[in-house]
């Protein structure tokens, strides 16, 4: 207990120094992470829109699948982000392996079936009179697919937010795909990996602080957003 | 300037709409009025193209619309539908109604001018940057409303325009559709189960139950002489007999019913197997048999008195059951009572007879 | 409709944070001392967007765990300007990495499979740069009573004591593929065994799957034995409490050498700079400091600084 006491105590001192190796870190996982959530929502946003909005044989059983996605393996992301930026790969000419733009990919990647399955079900919670509406005032399809969307504006900020919730609180896929290369794709949780591993319990407990701090910041705007 | 020949609509294994058959011509107030699930609300949304029949054509002004989906946007565009209970996008009254002309591009100034102008119209002035979804019930009529007229539609939409509201606000509405319909050169074609609403707003109603159409004319006309004991009964005719016509000389004839005998009017001969329609607001009351121009009278004895609003109806035992509708005052001034006997009147020419 | 939809300010904020933060990034990282190009912002910015050369280098986790190669990074960026990405792996990843073609050049310590390399032709030569030594450590109470035994002596008796008494001896095996794990499995067979033999001997025998230092962490945790090299020993130690138990004997001998991968076998990769990797850590100037580094800190020098020659205990 009294070691992680003090451990506590170092882990908040180094917060509030504002300790550079800490900083960078955060900012890089944040940005990280970020670009992958703004990806991923860019891509899949319209994709789980354009699944909602068309009707296909198989629609039903292709949403299950997407749903069972929502937990796929980080590290099974990883090994096939990494088969197909490595050198040897189909995407080796890229150079993508060990970079942020790998993890970036691969946490993009990642969170997709989130960003589609949860764009899908926010649209299904649309009144269908909003629908009806906009068709009888004149929309043509697609401007009553934007009409909907931003409907569901908030019921998105959410999704995006659980979108980049997961994509910076894994560790599996980031780790593979980035290499944990120091002031480079070393993100929070790599970072964490790296450190516990070689016994440097406070600077990964501040980490740690750093990132559950976070993620009490993105439940909090979540929890405001579904208020509205 | 809508003409639908042979229209069926199926839900699944369920048929909707049977055979419609309809014109409606320009600038008409026409109303669809039936109880709830005859299908009025399917009927619209097919008029508004929301919706392809399962079988059978619309044409508007002579096109048919199921010619591409080009012809069907252009068409809706036309148009413009209020729905029952009215969705609000999630934003400002001002953007609501500003929806229809921006999706057909129009642009500020002239946008911001007719949505300013469509609010003021629905009495809204002052709620342009208020959320749409925080306003009552019938302000968000009244914005639908506002939403659906700003795009000048050639042909308005109004599905039970006041089936969820209050009766002050009911009122208001009303008015508003009679403006509409007075300063506009606009087609209304509206649903009702509301049959004094149908009397009220409309040029010419259509009686719907379970999907079909069974009575199309004037309100006077539907009201008065419905074709058959379906229209009779939603019309409000609680009266209904069935009879044989005895005697005809020169159109008045006898009509025996049961051990009764009524007069009415009719040109059917002697022998016809008949329907009597008769509304209980054409029969009057009195304590005992007077003098009247009535034809037929009935004594009876009251097995019910309930009153409803400004009007009391009337449960007789006259041999057979009658309904009659008076004002709560005369009701009053008779002071009339359960067990009571009177003498229950009215005209030939108020008994409508049709043939069964 | 007029107002900004809130995914839509938030996608804008996440945006201007990336593109604000992308120089102030890295500004602060420790690791961005040897800076030649001047503004540092500007440099650093580069480095995150990637137009700086970058060279890779897979090293087995003992360099890196020890802080060698956090030591000696900046010098190298600084002397070619370049980007150098550390990636600590243990050596049979690190192959792996270097056979995709995904990393430049490689430090490793596995002495056959590392001339197995350069005889496929992947890797350009093996350049020994330093050498130190395993040792076989323990809980300091010595359950099995090997202190001072020979390594295949060791070996023998945590067998024996592990197989009848596995609650009191255990050994934890790196269990990766990677140097110091070969290491173990050369001694296994000195010792007389069969390594699957050994893998299969019962509970007593724990294979991590993890590199040098959580190997250590998890020997420490459950007062068990386990291979190290005395570099990572060392710079754990402090953290650890185990004891150095076994520590002479030829077959010990840790041997670490830089491969340049070579592209003509692994097209992408870049020769030129692993070159200039060959000549950095076999310089005069650096052999010294390998052999100096540590000293201070732990007390006695992690590395001998063997300069291109194949060292001999």
Redesign the interface.
Known sequence: MEEIGAAFVTALKLIITGDPEVLSITLRSIIISGSATILSALIFIPAGSAVFFSEFPGKKGLVNLINTLFSVPTVFVGLVVFIAISRSGPLGGLGLLFTPGAMVTAQALLISPVITGLSISALSGVRPEIKDTALSLGASRVQIAITMLREVRYAMAVVVLAGFGRAISEVGAGIMVGGNIRGYTRTLTTAMSLETSMGNIEFSMALGIILITIALFVSIIVYRLQRL | MINIRQLNKFYGGRQILRDINLNIDAEEVFSFIGPSGAGKTTLLRLIDLLERPTSGTILYKGVNTAASENIRIETRRKMAMVFQRPAMFGASVFDNVAYGLKVRGEKNPRLADRVGKAIQDVGLAGYEEQDARTLSGGEIQRVALARALVISPEVLLLDEPTANLDPVSTVTIEKLIMKIIGEMNITVIMSTHDMAQGQRLAGKIAVMMEGRILQTGDPGLVFNKPENHLVARFVGVENIFEGNISSNSDGLVNVAFGPHVLEGISDLSAGEKVNIFLRPEEITLTPSRTATSARNSFRGEIMRISLNGPLARVELDCGFPMIALITRRSAEELNLQKGQNVYASFKATQVHIIKR | ???I???LS??FL??L??AV??P?????????TGKSITPSAASDAG??L?KRDRV?VATTTSLY?TGLW?FL?PMFEKKYNV?L????AGTGKAIEYG?????DVLTIHDKAREEKLVADGIGVKRVPFASNHFIITGPPSDPAGIKGMSPEAAFKTLMEKGKTSPQQVQFISRGDNSGTHSKEKAIWKAAGYEYEDVTKSGPWYVEAG??M??TL?MAKEKSAYTVADIGTFLA?KG?LGLASLVDRGAILLNVYSVIPINPDK????NLKMAENMVDFLTSPEIQTLIGKYGADEYGEQLFTPSAGAEPVE
Do not use: H, W
Not at chain 3, 85 to 88: A, E
Not at chain 3, 99 to 103: E, L, S
């Open positions: 409709m007029k107002k939809t809130l995914p938030i996608l996440t945006l944070l990336v933060s992308m102030a990034c890295s500004a602060g990282a420790p690791e961005d480095r995150i990637a890779k765990d956090g990074e980007e990405d550390v990636l600590y056979t995709r073609g995904d990393v993890s590199g230092g959580p962490v754990y953290k692994v097209p992408g990769t």
